[in-house]
């Protein structure tokens, strides 16, 4: 039986864990392009809304353009609408810190994810619609890919400050790389059926999903002021982030600006409801019992009362949201405008944005998606038997003998159908879609960081080794195999964002998904295709999920 060690993450400990971007470490004035050829970065940035100055990050050629208004602050009578036009400011606009992160509760390390994981601006405020751009003042491309990140976060919590998502590395090989804060939890997610009134097509919810929207029509009207190319954009993000990107990919609204996808763990194709979206009737009679659970009598009432107060009772265990949290059940809502159904519903229909997708899973990412929790005979038994019709070919696929055995299982089990349930996406993504999905499974195990003595392959953990960026953190004792998986999987990023084909000279090859078969790039010590799994294993769990999601 296989060995997968994982770190087991409770329900109390879910919301603050997701939290991620970018944070810059240096000061200082703006120089000159160094490059020679057709673009030359200038001193100031001319944008469509204003000038703006950036600042050099340390020794390296990257340049960093922090905190720029990508829309107007939604506070006022701006709360729960769709984003606003920023106001064109007058003089030049000095880009040297991150915005405000969004309104959420205080963050702080803790276990394996240390300060590089947790936001830097602990400002929190409603006024947070900014963007970051990195770009490399050494390059004369004029036409650069485009990578655009989504922090995650459990949609509750997260910004665009976390130097786990340093841009400085990544754009040193020729791409432009922006980072975008959005709205979260209820400033980001309400839905009442006095804001459906207001919002088309009687549309309230996805306030974050049309924050991420404008972040892209900004990217369209000016990253090429920066080197990069507005019609080879790649949307691409972690945990919360990923569901965002799944989201983007389905949605109308991100039609034309959206060129290929990469998306870090949070399949949206799952066996659990609590994974799934939620209707516009089922978050508006959320959004009513919130209202009258806050003492307001009017959606004016709402808007009027400060920004904390209304955090406050979102947060309120007492609130019964009926989410996998307490308080409000922040979730994106099917609302027949930003979001027209589900993900398997829009791909069995053919109607998504059909563009090449990059995605995967980590071996950590069991402890919070989909944990199975075996450790006797008897419960072994009895899971067999829920299985109905598969009980005996799961039997066969997983044979056990002690309570020994049946714990070992539970860790494989729980890894192969995460790894299976990835395949699924990209079975259902080719129903009527004609480009490629490559998908992957992050096995590499991070050195521990500070007083913890085991990482492991935990969720978050390939964000480093994709934009190979390696943090200055004295107590993670980084190996030289982690700077070498981090060439060749931000090297596959690079060349994915270009081309929407990660393969390229020198790097092992990997393969699109196709026909149904298990097509996963292990990402780790070893970088091939993934082999744990026998035949009889992956028959029982194709023919399973196929029945369960009707594929």
């Not at 509750?156 to 400085?168: M, N």
């Not at 997708?357 to 199975?372: A, E, K, R």
């Not at 039997?395 to 309570?403: E, L, Q, S």
């Amino acid at each position: 039986m296989r060995k997968i060690r994982t770190m087991t993450l409770t329900a109390g400990i879910w919301l603050p864990i997701l939290l991620f971007s970018l944070m810059a470490c240096a000061t200082g004035k703006t120089e000159v392009a160094m490059g020679s050829g057709g673009f030359v970065l200038p001193d100031v940035i001319q944008l469509e809304e204003g000038q703006i100055r950036g600042i050099p990050v340390g020794d390296s050629t990257a340049m960093a353009y922090l905190g720029i208004p990508y829309a107007a602050p939604p506070v006022g009578d701006l709360r729960w609408k769709a984003p606003r036009p920023v106001d064109p400011w007058e003089g030049v606009f000095a880009a040297d810190s991150f915005g405000n992160s969004a309104v959420q509760p205080p963050q702080e390390p803790f276990r394996m994810w240390s300060t590089e994981f947790i936001i830097s601006n602990k400002n929190y405020s409603e006024d947070c619609l900014t963007l970051n751009v990195w770009t490399d003042r050494n390059s004369s491309t004029e036409k650069r890919p485009v990578i655009v990140y989504i922090h995650g976060g459990g949609l509750t919590t997260g910004g665009s400050s976390c130097e786990v998502y340093f841009g400085d590395k990544i754009v040193q090989k020729d791409v432009v790389y922006v980072s975008i804060n959005y709205r979260l939890g209820i400033f980001g997610f309400f839905a009442h059926p006095e804001l459906s009134g207001e919002g088309p097509d009687g549309a309230s919810g996805n306030y974050a999903l049309m924050d991420a929207v404008e972040a892209l029509k900004w990217v369209k009207r000016n990253i090429a002021a920066f080197g990069g190319d507005p019609d080879n954009v790649t949307i691409m993000g972690q945990s919360a982030g990923s569901r965002m990107v799944h989201a983007l990919m389905i949605s109308p609204l991100a039609a034309g600006l959206i060129d290929r996808a990469v998306a870090e763990s949070a399949n949206p194709i799952s066996l659990s409801p609590a994974m799934g979206m939620v209707s516009q009737e089922t978050q508006n009679k959320m959004g009513t019992a919130f209202m009258e659970f806050c003492g307001a009598g009017s959606l004016a009432d709402l808007r009027a009362m400060d920004a904390q107060e209304i955090f406050t009772c979102a947060v309120n265990p007492d609130f019964p949201g009926g989410g996998r949290r307490p308080g409000y059940n922040t979730a994106l809502t099917v609302d027949g405008y930003a979001l027209t159904g589900s993900d398997l519903d829009v791909y069995r229909k053919g109607s998504q944005n059909d563009i090449p997708l990059m995605t995967g899973s980590v071996t950590g990412d069991t402890g919070l998606f989909g944990p199975i929790n075996l450790t006797t005979l008897e419960a072994y038994g009895d899971f067999a038997e829920d299985l109905g019709d598969f009980s005996e070919q799961f039997r066969r696929a997983y044979p056990v003998t002690t309570d020994a055995e049946v714990a070992a299982a539970a860790d494989v089990l729980a890894v192969d159908q995460m790894n299976m349930l990835i395949r699924e996406l990209g079975k259902s993504r080719a129903i009527k879609g004609k480009s490629d999905t490559y998908l992957y499974y992050f096995t590499r195990e991070m050195p521990a960081a500070g007083g913890v003595d085991f990482a492991g392959a935990f969720h978050t953990a390939d964000v480093p080794y994709f934009l190979n960026y390696f943090y200055d953190d004295p107590t993670r004792p980084w190996k030289p195999a982690d700077f070498g998986l981090g060439e060749i999987m931000s090297d596959y990023l690079v060349n994915f964002a270009g081309t929407g084909n990660p393969n390229g000279p020198g790097l092992p090859r990997w393969e699109a998904y196709e026909n149904g078969l298990l097509q996963l790039q292990e990402l780790g010590d070893r970088v091939a295709r993934y082999e744990e799994m026998t035949a009889e294993q992956i028959a029982f769990w194709s023919d399973y999920l196929d029945a369960m999601l009707n594929l």
